[in-house]
């Protein structure tokens, strides 16, 4: 099976997210597709899967047009789709959720046994090593996607898509899951992978398309294109890929968390006796897989999250029981893991948003009014400073692309004097232009002086910016390692919980 | 699936809000703030034709269309008439406009703040009965009196408007159950007070307070005119201090621009230092103050005394003016206006053409109706999806 788009172009109001774009999928092949965020991969992968509607172009299969209306000819048709954030009900077995719209039956009720025996062979033909009858809630991400994928493996697709799909793995499950990639390759069907990062895209694609502003700007043989050509041709200019800094110079303990442990409502543990310590003038990267406890030990050092025991502090002022104000006001700078959810107003404007978090100080306001003048006068000088793309300072920041949302904040956050900066995710769903720019920003700060405290998910950043790498694992700290004395198989499997070095210390 | 939405991409590939509410500055942003109550005004008078055919039913069945295109141009002529045509029709549009606009500005101020505000009819009863109180018991001197029973009503207003603040804020009680409740409790509490020694007036068994004195009644507007039938009083330029004051707060103020981060996404406004238990009590300490102003201008300005139902619908009329008015200061006094001048013109068309008043009533039902159907709009009157995607959702409303 060949599928093509040709001459696809799909304008929303004030943008036209796939301008004039070509593209063909063929049987056996995997294709990468790659583009920074905004670049248009979404709204075309959506547009292939019947979800929107070209406004130009058309989608051929083996040469013969098709009109997909809706996801369901597009099903039909035999394209499947694995979405970065799963569709499955985790109180559903997994044969359940499999069968999920196509259930076979047995006069009125559900023919468990058949459904099972269909997730059975499926999982036995791709090694995807399925429990027709676990629930999806008690399992481990890895195995969600691969419920995903035999979904999509039993309605018959042709050609699969794949949406970011290393995004919520481990390294190991990375390797688990292009192994499957592999498999399914093997077996005759067309692979499409869109990501954004590079060297996933160059391990396992037989072709790289990119996207550019909505237009294909370039397809890459990837035996002949490296890692740095592809970031240039995403780009549209040269990017370093490696963060510039020199050896840390670590001064005095700065932040000190001490035993601290958190829980949620239902009282379940979110961070379990947590010990560390964060020095002036180092980097310390925090890594492990998502849900491991980082959000919550993030949000209880800065105050938004109750402590229920242990201690926090920065230079010796103690900030267990500080209010985000407080934390604030003891020089510690906080860019927030999810810029939509708390980072930024998206309704108010750049100059508003670029004093969210120090409206209240002298410098901005006097009495109870605000003083808009200095506001305007202080986002004129940061948007300058730190290369904010943005039509004015007017403009309201739900607008910006990922990248400038994210340096609206880092201006804010960064440009005053600082003892302590903890960015989490600091460069989630920015593209590679905005990465470069901030990580030298946070390199910055540690130069400077101040402590730095780096919580990311990819383990590529960490390993990237850290001087020291602290593994979270279930909430508790299971590697406290030098970032030079260590690499990323080995930070791999502290965050997969295979080692754990409180274990080997005691042992 | 179709391609109406907007998308969702771009121009970046995560969806710009994860919990898909819209924020304020989306529903305000200037075309939108502009063309959609103009254009629901002007679908509210096209379907208000059809009402004036059918309120005409005899032309109707003889077929006397011209007839019926007489009466439909002469009520519409009438409202601009009876609303803005001499001194008569400016001060009943000014008696119409005074409650609605600082009831309006009580539901815009909490609209800003994310939350919705229905007590307005209680925070203006409860309001209105602690200014005329101070009204009757009192016989001067008026500079004293005046500000006093004034003071009084907006005290009131607060005291009623906190509650529901306090219950969200420490209790997570819902605003609009709790101010609807509120709304029943403070009715009840007027009809009692009404009955009791306190306020009933001498030789009445009827719930009526006694009379405002002289010297506590609010001065007219136009009396400098000495026509006595200008009932019009300051109240108004109270109103008119009130929108002021709302714009100042929410433009000028760290308040205000902590309220609008409130309002437009609490998870920053708490990430940012701020307290929205504090904003969303102090929210609504505002909204009480505005609406016991509201009462207060009534009972001591229009009414002269209190009975059961002095405060009407104003309350909930108030919310369709914030709507209206996009919560914003000039809006809502705009807002205000329009829908006095509507109840101001309506009797005048009621007079002279014999629609009944109540078109006012479906009119304004109407403007409200579009307002909150963009997408009805937008269907149409074909316009982008850009100027009508965004619907008066409320942050506070599900939350």
């Given at each position: 099976m060949e599928l093509e788009l040709r001459g696809i172009t799909k304008r929303f109001p004030g943008v036209v997210a796939n301008d004039n774009v070509n593209l063909t999928i063929r049987s056996g092949e995997v294709l990468a597709l790659v583009g920074e965020n905004g670049a248009g991969k979404s709204t075309l992968m959506n547009i292939l899967y019947g979800l929107y509607h070209a406004d130009e172009g058309d989608i051929y299969i083996d040469g013969t047009p098709v009109k997909f209306e809706t996801s369901g000819d597009a099903i039909a048709a035999g394209i499947g789709m694995v979405h970065q954030h799963f569709m499955l009900v985790p109180v559903f077995t997994v044969a359940e959720n499999v069968v999920l719209g196509i259930e076979p039956t047995r006069g009125l009720s559900l023919d468990r046994a058949k459904a099972a025996a269909e997730v059975e062979r499926i999982s036995d033909e791709y090694s995807l090593g399925l429990e027709p009858d676990a629930l999806i809630e008690n399992l481990p991400v890895g195995i969600q996607q691969r419920v995903e994928i035999s979904k999509v493996l039993l309605r018959d697709a042709e050609i699969v898509v794949f949406d970011e799909p290393t995004a919520v793995l481990t390294p190991q499950e990375i390797d688990d899951f292009f192994r499957i990639v592999e498999a399914l390759k093997a077996s005759g069907r067309g692979i499409v992978f869109i990501t954004h990062k590079l060297t996933e895209a160059l391990r396992v694609a037989d072709r790289i398309s990119v996207l550019r502003r909505g237009q294909t700007v370039g397809e890459a043989d990837p035996s002949e294109i490296d890692e740095v050509g592809l970031a240039e041709l995403m780009v549209g200019r040269p990017v370093q890929l490696v963060v510039d800094k020199s050896p840390a110079e670590p001064g005095a303990s700065t932040l000190q968390v001490n035993d601290l442990h958190v829980v949620d409502a239902s009282g379940r543990t979110l961070v379990d006796h947590t010990t560390f310590d964060v020095r002036a003038g180092e980097i310390v990267g925090i890594a492990g897989v998502q849900g491991n406890g980082q959000t919550e030990l993030v949000e209880a050092i800065t105050g938004l999250r109750e402590i229920l025991s242990g201690t926090v502090s920065v230079d010796g002022i103690d900030l267990t029981d500080a209010s985000p104000r407080d934390v604030h006001l003891a020089a510690v700078a906080h860019v927030p893991e999810d810029r939509q959810r708390s980072g930024l107003v998206s309704e108010f404007s750049v100059a508003e948003n670029l004093v969210l978090t120090r409206y209240h100080s002298d410098e901005f306001s006097s009495g109870v009014t605000m003083n808009w003048s200095r506001v305007r006068e202080n986002a004129r000088e940061l948007v300058e400073q730190y290369d904010v793309r943005t039509p004015s300072i007017d403009t309201s920041a739900g607008t910006l692309s990922g990248g400038n949302q994210q340096k609206v904040i880092v201006a804010r956050e960064l440009s005053r004097d600082l003892r302590l900066v903890i960015a989490s995710q600091p460069t989630r769903g920015v593209d590679v232009g905005s990465i470069e720019y901030i990580h030298a920003q946070v390199v910055a700060a540690r130069d400077e002086g101040a402590a730095v405290m780096v919580v990311s998910t990819e383990l590529d950043e960490v390993m990237a910016l850290a001087d020291r790498v602290i593994v979270l694992y279930r909430g508790r700290v299971v590697a406290d390692l030098d970032r030079d004395a260590t690499n990323h198989n080995e930070v791999g499997l502290y965050m997969a919980g295979a080692l754990d070095q409180n274990e080997q210390a005691s042992a | 699936m179709t391609d109406v939405q907007s998308p969702p991409d771009a121009p970046t590939d995560s969806p710009s809000d994860p919990n898909g509410k819209r924020g304020l500055r989306d529903r305000i942003d200037t075309t939108n703030a502009i063309t959609l109550p103009l254009l629901a005004f002007i679908s509210a008078l096209v379907i208000g034709t059809i009402v004036i055919a059918f309120s005409d039913i005899d032309k109707l069945q003889d077929g006397d269309f011209g007839g019926i295109l007489t009466t439909i141009k002469d009520a519409y002529l009438a409202l601009p008439d009876g609303a803005f045509n001499g001194w008569r029709p400016i001060n009943e549009t000014i008696v119409s406009t005074t409650p609605l606009l600082l009831a309006g500005l009580a539901v815009a101020i909490t609209f800003r703040a994310g939350l919705f505000n229905i007590g307005g009819t209680g925070q203006m009863l409860v309001g209105g009965m602690c200014s005329v109180y101070v009204g009757f018991s009192m016989n001067g001197p008026s500079i004293i009196q005046i500000p006093l029973a004034v003071g009084a009503g907006m005290l009131g207003g607060i005291i009623w408007g906190i509650i529901p603040g306090i219950l969200k804020a420490r209790a997570g009680v819902h605003e609009v159950i709790s101010t609807i409740m509120l709304n029943f409790i403070a009715g009840s509490l007027v009809l009692y007070f009404l009955k009791t020694d306190l306020f009933v007036r001498e030789g009445?068994?009827?719930?009526i307070s006694k009379l405002v004195t002289p010297e506590g009644t609010l001065p007219k507007l136009f009396a400098f005119l000495d026509r006595p039938e200008l009932r019009a009083h300051i109240g108004f330029l109270f109103a008119l201090a009130a929108a002021f004051f709302f714009w100042w707060l929410i433009e000028k103020t760290k308040l205000g621009f902590e309220i609008r981060a409130e309002g437009a996404n609490s998870n920053a406004a708490q990430y940012a230092g701020m307290k929205p238990a504090f904003l969303i009590i102090t929210s609504f300490a505002v909204a009480g103050g505005f609406a016991g102003l509201a009462g207060a201008s009534e009972v001591l300005g229009t009414q002269g005394r209190a009975t059961q139902g002095f405060a009407g619908d104003i309350g909930f009329d108030a919310i369709a003016v914030a709507l209206l008015g996009r919560s914003t200061p000039v809006g809502t006094v705009l807002a205000a206006l329009l829908f006095g001048a509507l109840q101001a013109g309506g009797q005048r068309m009621q007079v002279e053409t014999g629609v009944p008043v109540d078109l006012v009533l479906i009119l304004r039902a109407l403007i409200i109706l579009f307002i909150a159907a963009p997408l009805l709009m937008k269907a149409i009157w074909r316009i982008s999806a850009k100027g009508a995607s965004s619907g008066p959702s409320f942050g506070g409303w599900g939350s």
């Open positions: - | 009445r068994s009827d719930p």
